[in-house]
Structures are given as C-alpha cells and as structure tokens.
C-alpha cells in the first residue's frame, strides 16, 4: 500500500474512533451521573475526557457538537435534578453556543443561541426546586455569553479587515514603486533610441555603415524595452503620484556594493554565482536586485545573525535566486516586504517561496522565468 492511502486510511480510521466516542458521550454521561459507577472512579474520568473531546469538535462540527452536548446534559439532568447537574449543563453548553457565536455569522449564531436558551429553560422548568431567579440567571448567561462571543467576532473581522487594506496598500505600494523603477527603464531606453536615431539622420547619405550600426542599436534596445514593458506594464497602475527619482536603475552587477554595505551593518554577505551568466532583461535584472537587498536587509533587521548567503543561478530559461541564514528563523510575519517580493516575481510569472528552513533559519527564494521561456 503505498504512502497516500495509508495515510487517508489513518485519518478515516481516527475520524471513526473520534466520532464513535462522541456519539456514545450521552450513554456514558448518563451511567455517570446514575447511582451505578465504576471502581475507582473511572466513570467520572471517562465522562470528563468525552466531554473534553465533543468540545473539540467544535471546531469541527460545531452544530452537531452542541446537539449532542445539550442532548447529554439535558438527559443527564433530568435523570438526576440537583444545582450541580443545572450548573454544568448551562456552563458546558453556554461555552459552546460563545466559540460558536464567535466563529460564525449572526445568522447561525442568533437561531443557535435562543435555540440552546430555550432548552435550558425547558430543562429547568421541570426541576420544582427551580425558581425565577435562576431561571433569569440562565437566561442572562445565554445573553452574555452571546454578546462576548459576537463582540470578539467583530473584532477579528476588523482586524482582518485591517490587514487586508493594509496587505492591498502594501501591493499598491511596490506596484507603483515598480513603476517608476520602470519608467526609468524606459526613459533611459528611448533616450537611447532619440541619439541613435539623430545620428543615424545625420550619416545615412555620408557614412552608410554608422547609420546601420545605429539602426541595429534602435532594433536591440526597442526590443528589450518592448519585451519588458509587455510582461510588466499592464499588470501595474497607470497613474503615478509624484516625480520618479532620476538615476540609473540598479542591477545583479551591483550584488557587491550591496554586501560590502551589508557588512559594515554587521552581517556577511557570501555571495554565490552559478550557472552562465548572461545579459538579462532590465527588469529582471532590477526586479532579482531588489529581491536581494529587501532579503538580506529582513536579515539584518530580523535574523540575529552575522551571515548569510545570496545564491545567483543562471539557469538558461530562467534565473532562480536564494537567500538563506543561519539565524532565528520565525514564520512569515506580517511585514509587507514578503508581499513586495512576492509581487515582483507574481508580475514576472515567477514563482516565489519564503519560509523558516528546517534546519534553523530562514530562506527566500524565487525562480524568474527569462523572456525566452516565458514567450
């Protein structure tokens, strides 16, 4: 049998047993709570583990968890009518109708709890030493219990919220970053393309040659320019606030700046290039520096370590980068500088992975599809 199956077959096997227990939870309640018990107590021991148990498949099942709970304390207490039986019926059940409240819409929540409510009460009623106040008592128990269940459901919900607006202005951010780091790509570009061009204007009767040799220049660089802005320009905001900062764009060739300027910050940068290195698409060239620097800056920040390692592979029909330490490791937290790079590589039809090692640690890594491949 191989690995899938006798793993679904575990989990199917686990599920059954869980399940079974759940459902025999009102037999053994209702054994415990009669005037028979077992040596030694175990009666009351497996009552309280069933009970523990229907409790977690809350998670779960949560209605059929609170069906069978109140259908096993309500049997229970009507087969023994004492304060204690009372108590723990309205707590257990109380505790469930809250998770449940505070887990799901008000639609499930609100028919739940008056449901569960009115069942206490029902309960209650039959006991003749049962009294207004106590019967008040449950009812505002239920009520409360239902507010602090709802409140917390609407907190989580805000700050969900929150964190998605905060993830999408994240994502807006580097989009617009890309942009402008784009825009000056394509500047430079046709800045290019209008000296060649003048030139080849000013040599085509005179020096044929130096005229070719322009318009094969305009050919080269019109081209890259058109195959970056093919794969990247429509997937980025069209507006742009704001001036885009002037100066060449960064790239791979400056790996070595970066980690002597990373070294004066304490951390050692060992720098490893495999592969053929060739000439890559400007914004490749851009987008795979960025992923660097953003990297080992989050392990300058964050790892407490004092090196690291930046692999460069030049694979041929893609270029595939990787930044691992040695340091405190963690999981992905929720700084929005794993949603920049996972942005940049998103837009390049790459793929990207970030995440502690198992070693100890933690690693970035992305493989970024060349134009070849990607056409």
Known sequence: ???????????????ALIWCGVALYPCVLFFTVSTR??????????????????MAQLRRRPLVALGILGFAWIVAFMQVKSGAIAGLEILLTDVAVGYITATHARRLSVPVAVTTGVLQVLSLAAWRFVDEV???????????????????????????????QATAQAVSAERLRIARELHDMVAHSIGIIAIQA???GRVIATQPEEARNALDAIEAT????????????????????GAAPLGPAPGLADLD??????KDAGVEVELRRTGEPGPLPPDVDLSAYRIVQEAVTNVVR?????????????????????????????????????V??????????????????PGGGFRVAARIPLPAAVA
């Open 302 to 338: 964050h790892a407490g370590t004092e090196r690291c390692r930046v692999t460069i592979d030049y694979r041929g029909e893609e270029l595939a980068v990787e930044i691992a330490d040695d340091g405190c490791g963690g999981v992905v937290g929720t700084g929005y500088g794993i």
């Open 257 to 262: 700046r970066l980690a002597a300027a990373t």
């Open 37 to 54: 018990g077992l040596p030694g107590q175990l009666d009351i021991v497996l009552s309280v583990g069933l009970t523990a148990l229907v």
């Open 198 to 200: 003048g030139v080849g």
């Open 1 to 15: 049998m191989s690995a899938l199956p006798q793993r679904r077959a575990r989990r199917f096997t686990g599920a």
């Open 222 to 241: 019109s081209r890259d320019t058109l195959s970056g802005l093919r794969r990247m320009l429509t997937a980025l905001r069209k507006d742009e606030p």
């Open 340 to 357: 920049g790079m996972r942005e940049r590589v998103a837009l390049l039809r790459g793929e990207f992975t970030a995440g502690p090692r």
């Open 134 to 164: 106590f019967l008040s008592t449950a009812v505002l128990a239920m009520a409360v219990t239902w507010m602090a269940g709802d409140s917390i459901r609407v907190r989580r919900a805000h700050a969900e919220a929150l964190r998605e």
